[in-house]
């Protein structure tokens, strides 16, 4: 079994291939480089355009990324564009992954060290070019280094594992979006609401918890 995509869904760095051994599209700048060349831009732009002219009613853009490497940067360049070309609310969910590669030429405090600049940069982008953003990991620290795994109630699970780490981030963004999913939502529960909701203060970043419900 593997995922189905639709091929205006998918977009190729050219520049960068991914290595199991060492993650070299490592740096925010890197990532904003790439969007520079102009064929990503232009190929991102097309088809995100595409997309939206099939849909009746867009209520705004729900972003994942990594944002401890280059992704980091080229996302904040995606933002940039879809705020400026669409002025719908941007949910962002900026993830820390459990399982981070050492980076070009770099030792591990090194690699800890571009790891943190990254996301710093990418925390100020979010700020300026999102409605809100929540960071999502699976971890208990992700600033420097990262910590050991969070425990969960009745799950077990392998922090280094992808597939694990994942799903229960699934969990989470399944529960939480369900309120602007719904098939004939009310304009408070809009993308849009939902934002204003959670941004009462003024304030782009949130926190998230995710745990167990029990009802006697």
Same mark, same amino acid.
């Given at each position: 079994?593997? !995922?189905?995509?639709?091929? $205006?869904?998918?977009?190729?760095?050219?520049?960068?291939?991914?290595?199991?051994?060492?993650?070299?599209? %490592? +740096?925010?700048?890197?990532?904003?480089?790439?969007? $520079?060349?102009?064929?990503?831009?232009?190929?991102?732009?097309?088809?995100?355009?595409?997309?939206?002219?099939?849909?009746?009613?867009?209520?705004?853009?729900?972003?994942?990324?990594?944002?401890?490497?280059?992704? !980091?940067?080229?996302?904040?360049?995606?933002?940039?564009?879809?705020?400026?070309?669409?002025? $719908?609310?941007?949910?962002?969910?900026?993830? =820390?992954?459990?399982?981070?590669?050492?980076?070009?030429?770099?030792?591990?405090?090194?690699?800890?060290?571009?790891?943190?600049?990254?996301?710093?940069?990418?925390?100020?982008?979010? =700020?300026?070019?999102?409605?809100?953003?929540?960071?999502?990991?699976?971890?208990?620290?992700?600033?420097? +280094?990262?910590?050991? $795994?969070?425990?969960?109630? @009745?799950?077990?699970? @392998?922090?280094?594992?992808?597939?694990?780490?994942?799903? =229960?981030?699934?969990?989470?963004? %399944? +529960?939480? !979006?369900?309120?602007?999913?719904?098939?004939?939502?009310?304009?408070?529960?809009?993308?849009?609401?939902?934002?204003?909701? =959670?941004?009462?203060?003024?304030?782009?970043?949130a926190g998230a918890a995710l745990g167990k419900l029990l009802i006697a």
């Amino acid at each position: 079994m593997y !995922s189905r995509y639709h091929p $205006k869904s998918i977009n190729l760095i050219r520049e960068f291939e991914h290595s199991s051994t060492e993650n070299k599209f %490592d +740096t925010f700048t890197n990532g904003q480089l790439v969007w $520079k060349q102009g064929y990503f831009e232009e190929e991102y732009s097309d088809n995100i355009r595409q997309y939206l002219e099939e849909c009746n009613n867009c209520q705004g853009f729900q972003v994942i990324f990594d944002c401890t490497d280059g992704f !980091s940067g080229l996302t904040s360049k995606c933002l940039e564009m879809l705020e400026d070309e669409y002025h $719908k609310s941007i949910f962002a969910i900026p993830l =820390i992954s459990p399982k981070v590669l050492n980076f070009l030429n770099s030792d591990g405090p090194m690699s800890d060290s571009i790891k943190t600049v990254n996301i710093a940069l990418s925390y100020c982008n979010l =700020i300026e070019h999102s409605s809100i953003f929540i960071p999502l990991s699976t971890m208990a620290r992700g600033w420097r +280094t990262i910590g050991n $795994k969070r425990e969960f109630p @009745d799950i077990l699970y @392998d922090e280094n594992n992808l597939y694990h780490t994942s799903a =229960i981030l699934a969990t989470y963004l %399944d +529960t939480i !979006s369900l309120r602007y999913r719904i098939r004939n939502p009310t304009q408070s529960n809009y993308l849009s609401g939902f934002c204003t909701d =959670i941004n009462n203060y003024g304030r782009k970043l949130a926190g998230a918890a995710l745990g167990k419900l029990l009802i006697a």
